[in-house]
């Protein structure tokens, strides 16, 4: 019996927008998919907005929101994930 597993191409980038929970402007990691939703991470607060649904708070939001906040600075910005993401639609289909 063969196994195949199929991963969507994900791309991590940095963006400052508006968080839902601290209602401030702030640096966000975003991991986008090319057939899902974007997974944000706010680098104050922690709050985790998957495919638009702010998730409820957790103890480990705090975790997130260090993790997030070191990953920042070495991000891309959105020009990039621009260019990778209209790279990842028109590549042909076994090229994922």
Same mark, same amino acid.
């Given at each position: 019996?063969?196994?195949?597993?199929?991963?969507?191409?994900?791309?991590?980038?940095?963006?400052?927008?508006?968080?839902? #929970?601290?209602?401030?402007?702030? &640096?966000?990691?975003?991991?986008?998919?090319? @057939?899902?939703?974007?997974? /944000?991470?706010?680098?104050?607060?922690?709050?985790?907005?998957?495919?638009?649904?702010?998730?409820?708070?957790?103890?480990?939001?705090?975790?997130?929101?260090? #993790?997030?906040?070191?990953?920042? &600075?070495?991000?891309?910005?959105?020009?990039? @994930?621009?260019?990778?993401? /209209?790279?990842?639609?028109?590549?042909?289909?076994?090229?994922?």
């Amino acid at each position: 019996m063969t196994v195949h597993l199929n991963r969507p191409s994900m791309f991590t980038w940095a963006h400052e927008m508006r968080c839902r #929970r601290c209602r401030q402007d702030t &640096p966000h990691v975003v991991t986008s998919y090319v @057939w899902y939703g974007p997974i /944000t991470t706010c680098c104050e607060c922690g709050a985790v907005v998957i495919d638009g649904e702010l998730r409820r708070k957790r103890k480990s939001d705090v975790y997130a929101a260090m #993790r997030a906040a070191a990953l920042w &600075p070495t991000l891309p910005r959105h020009t990039e @994930w621009s260019r990778w993401l /209209t790279e990842a639609v028109n590549r042909p289909e076994g090229d994922l």
